[in-house]
Nanobody
């Protein structure tokens, strides 16, 4: 069974930084694409950033220039480096990956940006 596990969330002041990790475990034959999503209270879950198998990346306009998605294939891990965090970035962040031709969600990690 394939599992995704997010980590790295926490409380940070505006302008601060956090690094989120999404580690995959199980029998993994292929990973086509991995994305980071976030969901704040009362809002829909939205795509923040994604990276495909070739390394191409895409970002939502709200985080472009501040967030960076990357991967370490040897560790089966995708990262989201978040810099210059703003209160509006506060949300539960989820990892989603297309693994072995199926989609999987992680459990989510809380990010709170507050002074």
């Amino acid at each position: 069974q394939v599992q995704l596990m997010e980590s790295g969330g926490g409380l940070v002041q505006p302008g601060g930084s956090l690094r989120l990790s999404c580690a995959a475990s199980g029998s993994i034959a292929s990973v086509v694409i991995t994305g980071w999503y976030r969901q704040a209270p009362g809002k829909v879950r939205e795509l923040v950033a994604r990276i495909n198998g070739g390394g191409a990346t895409n970002y939502d306009d709200s985080v472009k220039g501040r967030f960076t998605i990357s991967r370490d294939n040897a560790k089966n891990t995708v990262y989201l480096q978040m810099n210059d965090l703003k209160p509006e970035d506060s949300a539960v962040y989820y990892c989603w990956s297309l693994v072995n031709a199926r989609g999987y969600w992680g459990q989510g990690t809380q990010v709170t940006v507050s002074s």
